[in-house]
């Protein structure tokens, strides 16, 4: 790492003990900026990556909520404002036991590139809970949704900071949440949350958007050594929100998806996903991946094992950060692997990536790969702005043009800093420096 950079990333590190996943992203960034602040002497002079490390503002609240059983139960709550150069504050909300503030640090740091690669109006933010959705009733999320709101909407609004879901979060609770802003403020402020539903305010295709999105860029990525989807063996990891897009995109593209994961297991089946039937199970009954196994001719399933252990000439992480690491990239590489597009946060390892690099393997980072989300949640804030709702053909288009721009803007990017083919390289800096930009222009603050 370039040694004016090595300091300052130091200071930030030590700044922030015990974050881990903080870290890992800011070492990340740092390792590609070497080469920008040669050309850019100025953002060493302003400060800039001291002040993008550093949020605007953190806010750490209780959330008191009372479950079936009438028991008093408490959560912690987090909204890391983390830059707005070019927008308001956007980023999803995530609820899942794992959540703590370097977690959130880490997405919402990951947030302000993704949605400056975008080119949308958009600034950086995360959110969320250590609150467990598994397992709840919808009146106990209700609750839980309610009394989260009743702290950060004091926070928000749709110039300000503007929410949307994320692991754990889907529409269900974008919905509780939007109700509870309402009730509070007594204004039908549409543009303070996406990820709405269709009738009131949300978007055609923001529930398929990262998932499409992931593998728009993917396909984009394999054109640039004459391959595409069609044909492909596809695995996919994760059988959310992302996960399930991503398949039924991948697999409308002609290529054959024979696994994907939840946290207790993964499935094979080898004659290609059977999309609707996933989407029953996770999204219209909630259940787990093990039951479709028992719905399905020629599907094993496997309780604990890791959905890596699948051969695939194409790999979408669609779960959650840090679930692909090193030994298992190795293997998937030594097997035939052409390319990664992830559709999560940071789900490849450092070492994992670093494999992928070595070898060649098309790389899409996850603020790159997955910005199709955030783009369509700003496509709905467009919407919402004018009072207007959009096809789903029209809106997809919107998408698949961004997404296209997105590679093609990485891809330049790393042609233009010398390491032609390199995303990891092209998306941070291509971020960055627009940000870096925004930030020198609005003076010190
Ligand atoms: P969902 O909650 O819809 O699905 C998450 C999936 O990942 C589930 O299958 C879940 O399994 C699995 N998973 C979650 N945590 C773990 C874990 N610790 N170990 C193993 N499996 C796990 O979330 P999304 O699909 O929305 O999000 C997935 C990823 O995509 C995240 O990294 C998120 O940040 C990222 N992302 C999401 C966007 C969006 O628009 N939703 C936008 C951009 C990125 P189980 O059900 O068993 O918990």
């Not at 909204?79 to 794992?98: D, I, M, Q, T």
């Not at 109006?121 to 009146?139: E, H, M, V």
């Not at 998806?257 to 996903?273: L, R, T, W």
């Not at 590679?407 to 390199?422: S, V």
Request: hydrophobic letters at 40%.
């Amino acid at each position: 790492m370039d040694a004016r950079l090595e300091a300052i990333r130091d200071t930030v590190l030590a700044r922030n003990p015990g974050e881990r996943e903080f870290h890992q992203a800011v070492i990340e960034v740092f390792e590609s900026l070497g080469p920008v602040h040669d050309r850019h002497p100025e953002f060493l002079e302003g400060a800039v990556l001291e002040r993008l490390c550093e949020p605007e503002r953190q806010i750490i609240f209780r959330v008191p909520w009372t479950d079936d059983a009438g028991s008093f139960q408490i959560n912690r709550g987090f909204r890391v404002e983390f830059n707005s150069a070019l927008g308001p504050y956007k980023g999803g909300l995530r609820f899942h036991p794992s959540v703590n503030l370097g977690i959130i640090k880490f997405l919402g740091f990951e947030q302000i590139f993704k949605n400056a690669l975008t080119g949308m109006p958009i600034g950086g933010g995360k959110g969320g809970s250590d609150f467990d959705p598994r397992g709840r009733s919808d009146a106990e999320i209700m609750r839980f949704c309610q009394s989260f709101m009743t702290e950060l909407y004091r926070h928000i609004g749709e110039y300000t900071d503007v929410p949307a879901g994320d692991i754990g979060v889907g529409g269900r609770e974008i919905g509780y949440l939007f109700g509870q802003y309402k009730r509070i403020t007594n204004r039908y402020e549409s543009g303070v949350l996406t990820g709405k539903g269709i009738s009131w305010g949300g978007s055609l295709v923001r529930p398929e958007a990262t998932g499409y999105g992931t593998v728009i860029f993917a396909e984009e990525m394999l054109k640039t050594r004459g391959q595409s989807f069609d044909g492909q063996r596809v695995v996919v990891s994760g059988s959310g929100n992302v996960a399930i897009n991503a398949i039924a995109k991948a697999q409308a593209l002609g290529a054959t998806v024979v696994a994907c994961s939840d946290s207790s297991g993964y499935i094979v089946d080898e004659a290609g996903i059977d999309v609707a039937l996933l989407r029953q199970i996770k999204e219209v009954e909630r259940g787990r991946l093990k039951d479709y196994e028992a719905r399905r001719s020629a599907v094993s399933y496997v309780e604990g094992g890791s959905v890596w252990d699948v051969d695939a000439t194409v790999a979408l992480p669609c779960a959650t950060q840090n679930e692909l690491g090193g030994d298992a990239a190795a293997r998937l590489v030594r097997n035939g692997l052409l390319a990664v597009g992830e559709g999560a946060n940071m789900p490849s390892t450092r070492d994992a990536v670093a494999v992928f690099q070595e070898a060649g393997i098309l790389f899409g980072p996850g603020k790159a790969a997955n910005a199709g989300g955030v783009t369509t949640s700003a496509l709905e804030m467009q919407q919402n702005a004018s009072r207007d709702s959009w096809s789903f053909a029209h809106t997809e288009e919107r998408l698949t043009e961004i997404m296209v721009g997105i590679h093609a803007r990485c891809a330049a990017t790393a042609d233009e800093y010398g390491d032609p083919g390199n995303y990891v390289l092209g998306a941070n800096i291509g971020g960055f420096v627009k940000v870096a930009d925004a930030m020198l222009a609005q003076g010190l603050i």
